[in-house]
């Protein structure tokens, strides 16, 4: 195929979904309001077009990428002739457009899973919850399409904007040259990196999952039918989602570990910012749907919370997507931005118009029985995590308001965000351990004392044992204290509930353990996402308390020491490579003396015609261990005198956060995990509908 | 029925009246708090957001003061002492220049810098501090092909 | 060769949007109805939820997070209040069964899906008063005891 062709067939594919995914919007719509099946029936197969249409153009740019069609822009852009065939596919979410495009491609998906789904269920929410979507499909497939056509809606966006940007009109990934070009610029270098397939992929799911809740939650409002139906019904989606927005935490984290070469691994940059706020608010929301299953209690503040996490998922990519605040990760300055901060502002205004409307159908059936009770600690977990959110976003949003309303531009940096989020956060871990020792509706002093004993003489226990090996710091002694006091209250809650199983049921501890979890797969396994959580603390604290470096300039043969390690510089070695050239320094490391093996810190030259567009990356070497990682940066050599300049951290405990991010995953599998007995009622369901019609 | 307690009804009616307003306060409580340890260290942690001509207008009450510049970077000025890390540039914006020194890893993308956000302190000699430098790209993740044009 | 895929796209396109319209509406298996009315679907979800209290309330207290005198009360108070959701239930289903058309008994129903699942048909009945207990339920539907399986 021609790349003509190519891109014709990708453009108008996006073009047909669009106008379907229109159609299907308004058809759903109006055959739930007039109970039209046959129109239902036609906007159902519109969305399973545009799945398809949409994967078809997906499809068409890979192909276009992998065979090198620099003709079309975006290809000439993202790939060359000399990067390895992997980062050529995973440049479809490298730029921009690709990346606009992939997100369409998983909502034009999950919706169509979504109708299979509840092809028998849910009948009355259903057109709602397709039509919802579809809007939302449109949306990023305008962007796509039309927006970046200045002639159609191009006027409008580019009013708003300083009038030099309305040429370069983004969003077409299938936007043609006027030549060929004999080569493309490649993906940016700094992107090269096994984190480039799995970062953004993991992070995407989890944005655009988190749509299908947030879609049900105002056909919910829409309807009135405002029972728990639709929390039940996305509860897995809810936590597919959050599973990939942790997911998607995790890899950004350790890319940034190992790529950008500070040391660090989260430095508050507003796209980080932007990740975490709704992994906050969606972990608040995943506590407290738990108070409206058992007791209907907070039915709005779900609705806000789901809500709210639509909103930031939203607003993050706005963020990446508009150059509007300064960050590591933002994309060129765009014309899209003012199409973002519409559709933010749609979404809010349709559903706080909907929930006022509604408001009289969403009374509480209950109330809270006491203060002292597992219902007002996840009052309070939701309370600190929206908090936390808040900061966060106030911090990461102020600049653009500061300007707006003074004209004076104020920013805050780290600091501002741990001084905040710190404190902040030891609150939540100290209530995560708190929280499995209250019971449900009451607790009393006599059972709090009786509870809290054991894990609080715990927790003194290791305070004392930090300062005796010489902890001064205090920060260090409340953190890894509260860290004792959570992990021991939460082993409790295991003993505890094995034996009552066994003295129960009479089963052999080992099986009454096993039970234990599977029989109460969503507390068990919540409680694994809370060891998870905790082990993340210890990485946490342990690196940002305790974190020590140097740096110096050697000769080969020399040596730098850095508390019990020795590091031996042997020497540079320059070689080419493909893509680029590879300065490497030889390092033969010595703990306590032992050699104990060698690293090799790089640095790496990728050179292009255009000056401009040369540039080197940084390949930091880390050796760890479950204590310490030992984190060399070549940062400076002289290829001539064969020097070079080392900097040398150690990071304590951060193999703890990589844990506990794979513990936290394995606590939400099990906490997802289908039911027996969920199944069973199913079946049931099917039986009695099949035996209805006999 | 009989395995049924009495419901102490009295006892859940006094836990209901001025149940509402505990949690309320309570909640109340912890968001003021939330909030005073926002707004209090963003007092303290703010910084202002200067350009180059801000800069040297107010050149007498920033010094020594944190403050964040964004200027446009003169690339011919990068040095960079291998031994010691420290990396010296200036900032350029029509007349006015900022000399500006650095100390640590430098930046991948400084060499294809447009404009250079770095954040530190002004010194009386007219040398700016930066302790830590964010380098602006014209696009960052993404770059025109020369003589590229939208169809 | 693209025209003529453009062109089969958008005729294909436009005929799977097209053709529903041309079949008549008993065709489709579509209510835009869940089945419950939301009066009793709002009573299910509070008999539910009201069961989970009172298995947490049991969880609690045997992990001594509640004292004896609390959990008394509590439970007393949960099973008044199931009891009553529980009369409410079988009114309203009393009078929907009159209204809808004739549907079948719990227990034909738990017969076919033990059938269906492999299983010899096998009830469980309450030991206190001896009714039929249906596969999940946890209490007995008539006089509350727990059913023992």
Redesign the interface.
């Known amino acids: 195929m021609t790349d003509f062709a190519m891109a014709d067939l990708g453009y108008v594919s996006l073009l047909l979904s669009l106008i379907l995914s229109l159609y299907a919007a308004g058809a759903a719509f109006y055959a739930a309001r007039r109970k039209r099946p046959q129109i239902f029936a036609s906007a159902r197969n519109a969305i399973f077009l545009v799945a398809a249409f949409t994967t078809l153009s997906v499809g068409v740019l890979v192909s276009a990428l992998i065979t090198h069609q620099f003709r079309i822009e975006y290809v000439a852009v993202q790939t060359n002739l000399a990067q390895p065939l992997l980062y050529d596919i995973s440049a479809l979410w490298g730029g921009q457009e690709g990346s606009l495009l992939f997100w369409a491609w998983l909502l034009a998906v999950f919706t169509a899973v979504v109708l299979i789904q509840n092809h028998d269920k849910n009948q009355e929410l259903l057109p709602y919850v397709v039509s919802g979507l579809a809007v939302s499909e449109a949306f990023f497939l305008a962007l796509l399409t039309i927006a970046a056509d200045p002639s159609i809606a191009g006027f409008f966006v580019a009013l708003p904007l300083n009038p030099q940007l309305a040429g370069s009109l983004v969003g077409n990934p299938f936007r043609m040259l006027d030549f060929t070009p004999p080569d493309g610029n490649g993906l940016n270098p700094l992107l090269q990196n096994p984190g480039m397939f799995i970062h953004p992929v993991t992070q995407y799911l989890g944005y655009v999952a988190f749509t299908i809740p947030f879609a049900f939650a105002m056909a919910a409002l829409f309807t009135g039918r405002l029972s728990d139906v639709w929390i039940r019904t996305t509860r897995r989606w809810t936590l597919f989602a959050w599973l990939f927005l942790s997911l998607g935490l995790l890899f950004g984290m350790q890319w940034a570990y190992v790529e950008l070469g500070w040391g660090g691994y989260w430095g508050w940059d507003p796209v980080e910012n932007a990740s975490l706020m709704p992994w906050l608010t969606a972990t608040a929301f995943l506590h407290s749907v738990m108070i409206q299953e058992r007791r209907g209690m907070l039915k709005v503040w779900n609705l806000v919370l789901v809500m709210l996490t639509f909103i930031l998922s939203i607003l993050g990519t706005f963020i990446t997507r508009s150059g509007v605040i300064q960050s590591v990760h933002a994309f060129g300055v765009s014309s899209l931005g003012p199409w973002f901060l519409a559709f933010l502002a749609l979404t809010l205004l349709s559903f706080l118009y909907l929930l006022f409307n509604r408001v009289d159908r969403l009374k509480e059936e209950n109330e809270l029985d006491s203060l002292i009770s597992r219902e007002s600690s996840f009052l309070l977990n939701n309370l600190i995590l929206v908090g936390a959110a808040f900061a966060t976003l106030w911090g990461t949003i102020f600049p653009m308001v500061s300007e707006g309303i003074t004209g004076k531009k104020v920013t805050v940096g780290a600091p501002f965000f741990n001084q905040v989020n710190g404190p902040i956060f030891l609150a939540l871990i100290v209530l995560i351990g708190v929280c499995p020792l209250i019971g449900w509706r009451r607790a009393t002093a006599e059972n709090l004392m009786r509870n809290f004993l054991r894990p609080f003489a715990v927790s003194v226990v290791a305070a004392l044992a930090l300062i005796a090996v010489g902890v001064r710091e205090w920060y260090g002694v409340v953190a890894f204290s509260a860290v004792a006091f959570v992990l021991t209250t939460i082993g409790l809650e295991f003993y505890r509930g094995t034996l009552a199983r066994h003295r129960q049921y009479n089963e052999n501890l080992v099986a009454a353990a096993v039970n234990l979890v599977t029989n109460n797969r969503r507390r068990y396994g919540g409680y694994i996402v809370h060891i998870g959580v905790i082990l993340g603390v210890i990485g946490i604290a342990g690196s940002s308390f305790y974190q020590v470096d140097t740096q110096a300039n050697l000769k080969p043969g020399e040596t730098v020491q850095l508390k019990q390690y020795t590091v031996q510089y042997d020497g540079l070695q320059v070689y080419p490579t493909a893509s680029h050239d590879a300065v490497t320094a030889r390092l033969t490391i010595f703990e306590n003396g032992n050699r104990v093996g060698t690293l090799s810190p790089e640095k790496d030259y990728y050179t292009s015609p255009d000056p401009n567009q040369s540039q080197s990356t940084t390949e930091v070497a880390v050796r760890t261990t479950a204590l310490e990682d030992l984190y060399i940066i070549l940062a400076g050599f002289d290829s001539t005198a064969g020097t070079a300049t080392l900097k040398v951290i150690i990071n304590p405990l951060v193999v703890w956060l990589w844990i506990g991010f794979g513990v936290l995953v394995g606590g939400t599998l099990i906490a997802a995990w289908p039911d027996p007995r969920e199944e069973h009622a199913l079946v049931r369901a099917r039986v009695k509908e099949a035996l209805a019609q006999a | 029925m009989s395995t049924i307690v009495a419901p102490s009804l009295e006892r859940a009616s006094t836990i209901k009246a001025g149940g509402k307003l505990k949690f309320v306060i309570g909640g109340l409580l912890i968001l003021g708090a939330i909030a005073f340890v926002t707004l209090n260290s963003f007092q303290s942690n703010a910084i202002y957001y200067l350009t180059l001509k801000e800069l040297d207008a107010q050149r007498a009450t920033v010094i020594n003061q944190p403050v964040r510049v964004n200027a446009p970077l003169d690339k011919s000025s990068i040095q960079f002492d291998d031994k010691t890390l420290t990396l010296k540039f200036t900032l350029k914006d029509g007349d006015l220049v900022l000399p500006v020194v650095y100390t640590g890893v430098v930046p991948d993308t400084l060499g294809q810098g447009e404009s250079v956000v770095a954040e530190g302190r002004l010194g009386a000699d007219g040398v700016f501090q930066a302790s830590t430098l964010l380098v602006k790209c014209p696009s960052k993740y993404e770059s025109q092909p020369a003589g590229s044009s939208a169809n | 060769?693209?025209t003529i895929?453009?062109a089969v796209?958008?005729i294909g396109?436009f005929t799977?949007?097209?053709?529903?319209?041309f079949?008549p509406?008993r065709e489709?298996?579509?209510?835009?109805?869940?089945g419950a009315d939301?009066v009793l679907?709002?009573l299910v979800?509070?008999r539910d939820?009201t069961y989970?209290?009172i298995k947490?309330?049991e969880?609690?207290?045997?992990?001594?997070?509640?004292?004896d005198a609390?959990y008394?009360?509590?439970?007393?108070?949960y099973?008044?209040k199931a009891?009553g959701i529980l009369q409410e239930l079988d009114g309203l289903t009393a009078a929907q069964k009159r209204r809808a058309?004739p549907?079948?008994s719990d227990e034909?129903?738990?017969r076919?899906?033990q059938q269906?699942?492999g299983g010899a048909a096998k009830t469980t009945r309450c030991d206190k008063c001896g009714v039929i207990a249906g596969?999940?339920d946890r209490y007995c539907a008539k006089?509350?005891?727990p059913v023992n399986r």
Do not use: W
Not at chain 3, 16 to 21: D, E, K, M, N, S
Not at chain 3, 28 to 34: I, K, P
Not at chain 3, 59 to 67: P, R, V
């Open positions: 060769m693209v895929a453009l796209m958008i396109a799977l949007v097209a053709y529903p319209y079949k509406a489709f298996d579509v209510s835009f109805a869940d939301p679907e709002n979800v509070q939820s989970a209290a947490d309330l969880f609690d207290h045997a992990m001594s997070k509640l004292s609390d008394k009360s509590l439970r007393g108070k099973e008044t009891v058309r549907t079948l034909a129903i738990e076919q899906v269906l699942r596969a999940r006089c509350g005891a």
